[in-house]
T-cell receptor, first 111, second 112 residues
Framework: DAKTTQPPSMDCAEGRAANLPCNHSTISGNEYVYWYRQIHSQGPQYIIHGLKNNETNEMASLIITEDRKSSTLILPHATLRDTAVYYCIVRVANNDYKLSFGAGTTVTVRA | EPEVTQTPSHQVTQMGQEVILRCVPISNHLYFYWYRQILGQKVEFLVSFYNNEISEKSEIFDDQFSVERPDGSNFTLKIRSTKLEDSAMYFC??????????FGDGTRLSIL
């Protein structure tokens, strides 16, 4: 799997957009970018994934650069409940391929 | 929204005892996984399971570990003879065909 690089931590103001960067410069053509988050003491929660096009769902938006070497997860209006560790994971597009978690970014949303 | 459920939420066991952690995956999912997270460390892959057999396992998943899908709804992780270092959160996950994996809230395993 391609490795990812994320900042260890970031703060965000409640109600503002949170932009979480991720570098994956060695990504292969058949690898997707997945984002998960883990709120304290809970299981990882799926947020969004994409291959090369930008994606949006009810939780977030995913912007992938044209060369696919980096991406940004956008939480449009951060709330205190968005405080969590966010993981950017590159995963082969295969049916039962494992997820390889790194250390992620600890996001703290402040009132 | 369908979810993965795990029981018990907390299991306390004496070292050397056998323990079984239980999971009910999302009903139409076909791929099943176990991960673990030692306190303060990363989430680590243990094993994936499809069509009633293990498809991949990590170095952590040694002969002390086994998985089973005893019926159409449950997916279990057994540790035969627990060690102190098995203390961790154990997460079950499931997915449909190559889609995102959905996780349960875990079982905290404490070995005394």
């Amino acid at each position: 799997d391609a490795k990812t690089t994320q900042p260890p931590s970031m703060d965000c103001a409640e109600g503002r957009a949170a932009n979480l960067p991720c570098n994956h410069s060695t990504i292969s053509g058949n690898e997707y970018v997945y984002w998960y988050r883990q709120i304290h003491s809970q299981g990882p929660q799926y947020i969004i994934h994409g291959l090369k096009n930008n994606e949006t769902n009810e939780m977030a938006s995913l912007i992938i650069t044209e060369d696919r070497k980096s991406s940004t997860l956008i939480l449009p209006h951060a709330t205190l409940r968005d405080t969590a560790v966010y993981y950017c994971i590159v995963r082969v597009a295969n049916n039962d391929y494992k997820l390889s978690f790194g250390a992620g970014t600890t996001v703290t949303v402040r009132a | 929204e369908p979810e993965v459920t795990q029981t018990p939420s907390h299991q306390v066991t004496q070292m050397g005892q056998e323990v079984i952690l239980r999971c009910v995956p999302i009903s139409n999912h076909l791929y099943f996984y176990w991960y673990r997270q030692i306190l303060g460390q990363k989430v680590e892959f243990l094993v994936s399971f499809y069509n009633n057999e293990i498809s991949e396992k990590s170095e952590i998943f040694d002969d002390q570990f086994s998985v089973e899908r005893p019926d159409g709804s449950n997916f279990t992780l057994k540790i035969r003879s627990t060690k102190l270092e098995d203390s961790a959160m154990y997460f079950c996950a499931s997915s449909y065909t190559g889609g995102p994996q959905h996780f349960g809230d875990g079982t905290r395993l404490s070995i005394l």
